[in-house]
DNA sequence: CTGCAAGTTAAAGTGAGGTTGAGGTCAAGG
DNA sequence: CCTTGACCTCAACCTCACTTTAACTTGCAG
């Protein structure tokens, strides 16, 4: 049957947009597995794509190799993940990109109100200096929200 | 006088939101400088916690040590930067900043219509899988904007 | 059957942004 | 003076996400 067939490694990569030895290390990671030829060579179904992708945009949510490993665990593997699997996992990154668009925003209006009060070059600006505010009146920053610090 | 005291390494490194070992790497990629004592212990003058300021909100911001370098040559070190100085890199990070708020503010749209469609689940969402869409339809991811994509 | 691109492994390398440890010194309070 | 905590240097190590290298094997077109 032609809905069977098997990809190797290099068409797999291309097709994912990434390179072989990432698809090595995402399997030494246990992020997925690969069937082999008798002679050893990895041979990939089709839908290894889908679990590539789902990886690629974790990716560019912020998730760690780590993370993601633990969200594809809750897809079963032999299961076709379902619209719901695939809603809920795209509602917790859509709240995360909103936390790390809020946090980016705040930063930059902090940053226009500076621009204003030129307060970074002056002394000690919340904004930038949580630490030196924290010795003045209080502690934290004023302006950054709290997935941007980095105390 | 009271206007010139120099503090010690820890007592910079706690006002900065800093560890010590941070102040040092810093100094031995020139970001920053620091008299010595007699003994030779570092002792700084207050205005390095502007300078560490900088730092900090320059890295919230994205940019590398290696840029933010660069950006610091700009301040003449012995010069007070001015609400010029500081409104001109302002500008650049807020440049910055608007950029990668439009990055993600696009990528939740595209996972936003995704979770209506479930594609990611299902075969080749533009989103996630920009080079299985290359294998069919063109090439390039749809929805991610240039400052996301990792190919 | 041959040639050679594409595949295999384990281990080491990359680069950013630091931290940790060993071994030793300095400075300030009692 | 003496203790003790903070400081010094230098080198090694760390995490993350991969890539590169070396030495070798497979698989497929011709």
Same mark, same amino acid.
Request: aromatic share 6%.
């Given at each position: 049957?032609?809905?069977?067939?098997?990809l190797?490694?290099?068409?797999?990569?291309?097709r994912?947009g990434?390179?072989p030895?990432a698809?090595?290390?995402?399997?030494?990671?246990?992020?997925i597995?690969?069937?082999?030829?008798?002679?050893?060579?990895?041979?990939?179904?089709?839908?290894?794509?889908?679990?590539?992708a789902?990886?690629? *945009?974790?990716?560019?949510? +912020?998730?760690?190799?780590?993370?993601?490993? =633990?969200?594809?665990?809750? #897809? %079963? $593997?032999?299961?076709t993940?379902?619209?719901?699997?695939?809603?809920?996992?795209?509602r917790?990154?859509?709240?995360?990109?909103?936390?790390?668009i809020?946090?980016?925003?705040?930063?930059?209006?902090?940053?226009?109100?500076?621009?204003?009060?030129?307060?970074?070059?002056?002394?000690?600006? *919340?904004?930038s200096?949580? +630490?030196?505010?924290?010795?003045?009146?209080? =502690?934290?920053?004023?302006? #950054? %929200? $709290?997935?941007?610090?980095?105390?």
């Open positions: 049957m032609l809905g069977t067939e098997l190797p490694i290099g068409e797999v990569a291309h994912a990434l390179a030895s698809l090595r290390y995402y399997e030494r990671l246990g992020l597995e690969a069937a082999r030829t008798s002679g050893g060579q990895r041979r990939y179904p089709r839908s290894v794509l889908r679990r590539l789902f990886v690629r *945009a974790a990716r560019h949510v +912020g998730l760690s190799l780590d993370e993601i490993k =633990d969200a594809l665990a809750t #897809l %079963p $593997e032999a299961r993940p379902t619209v719901a699997d695939w809603a809920r996992l795209s917790a990154w859509r709240a995360r990109l909103d936390d790390q809020a946090g980016l925003t705040a930063l930059r209006d902090g940053l226009t109100r500076c621009i204003g009060c030129g307060c970074l070059s002056l002394r000690s600006c *919340a904004l200096n949580p +630490g030196d505010a924290a010795a003045t009146f209080g =502690d934290g920053a004023q302006f #950054l %929200p $709290e997935s941007l610090r980095e105390d």
